[in-house]
């Protein structure tokens, strides 16, 4: 968890603002939900792994004092501090863990309304009791953006088209990996497990991060046998373009309905990829691809940065279709898919990249040079004219050195300066400097507004 300085936070506003701009073009809107749910919303929904990251909050009050040394022992035995019930007996809710889940219980709780199919963009923090390290925080922005009410994959294709719109404004290339549940469930069925999906795809899914041996360790920890583990090697380790791969998939998957449902629905978005090409995105098929998140149906979405100059390998991007997660709210067959921009990671690269436009630290445009009791107020006079044209500008709070307030405009960055003397207010003019030449003119107001605009 960390603090953000004024350059950081205007790098970061500019993430945000350049991703809510996309979502508002594309017709969602914005809402907002509570940091903290009800442990019962957020528990069961990422998996054990995820289950184990969330923050609980202890309930109000000492929870301990309402019960005996004599109860506490009889109730939860010796294991009590690793005991479930103990924690869920002085802890009712957690910090969200992520804006997915919340947005679910949110559609469920204002059903009536809400329009279908409905359209919503979420740009909030998240946390997660995880290890901290590069790329990986315990609070973190995300940015989501989810259509819930609609079964269409045109809303896929969409999401794609939004964040190849996302990433070409940053100025960043990127590589959109696919995959489908129903392809996972098919494999799981070809390989003979079908009821260790989610001990498949959890471990299948870190193959980039621990290599193939420790996959295949933990699979077996699992409890999938050797046959099975044989069997998926050459499917997870298929190689060549993206028609190729799904070619061979559906031979090995003939037998599988499923499987053969999930390639029928990656095959319909790549082929709209083929007649609406991306601007700077590339795509692929990624059948690794699991996300490691339970409530997953269809559609795996995940972007990863593409660019040689920097080594960065975390995802930037995650999402994916979600066939029922309103039903464990109690509104049952609510079809959504949605994606979540990682704001900090994004941060990382571009500041790794230096790809943050040169203009976008500077949050005032021009600063009056204050010489005086006279000369404020004059410079005040015109610094409301000029605010009130929309214009970022201050005035230097006192008669400082010259030195000294040149040196706090080029601090914050600030890239113009208005001088004005006793010679100035004479002619009624401002004499201009900018603080990237260096060059100084004298000009009207008029003309001074419209260098600014």
Known sequence: MRDFSPSEMVKRQYIFETIKKVYNRFGYQPI????????????????????KLLFRVLDNGNPLNQITSAEL???????????????????????????????ARYVVMHQNDITFPFKRYQIQPVWRADRPQKGRYREFYQCDA?????????????????????FTALGLKVLIQLNNRKILQGIAEYIGETEKIIEITVAIDKLDKIGLDQVNNELRSKGISETAIEKLQPVIQLKGTT????NALKNILAQSPVGLKGIEELTYIFDLLQQLPLQSAQYELELTLARGLNYYTGAIIEVKVNDLRTDFSSSVLGGGRYDDLTGIFGLPNVSGVGISFGADRIYDVLNALNLFPENVAATTKLLFVNFGSNEEKYCLQLLGKIRKLGITAELFPEAAKMKKQMGYADAKKIPFVAIIGDEEIKSQTITLKNMTTGMQDKVDFETLVQQLS
């Open 146 to 166: 989810d259509v819930i009410g609609s079964n269409s994959l045109l809303n896929e294709f969409e999401l794609i088209q939004m964040i190849d719109e996302v």
């Open 243 to 246: 028609t190729e791969k799904i």
């Open 73 to 103: 022992a009889a109730r939860f035995g010796a294991s009590l501090f690793d005991s479930a019930a103990f924690v869920n007996h002085i802890s009712g809710k957690g910090l969200r863990y992520d804006l997915t889940v919340p947005f």
């Open 32 to 51: 907002e939900t509570p940091a903290m749910e009800n442990t019962e919303t957020l528990l069961g929904k990422y998996g054990d792994e995820g289950d």
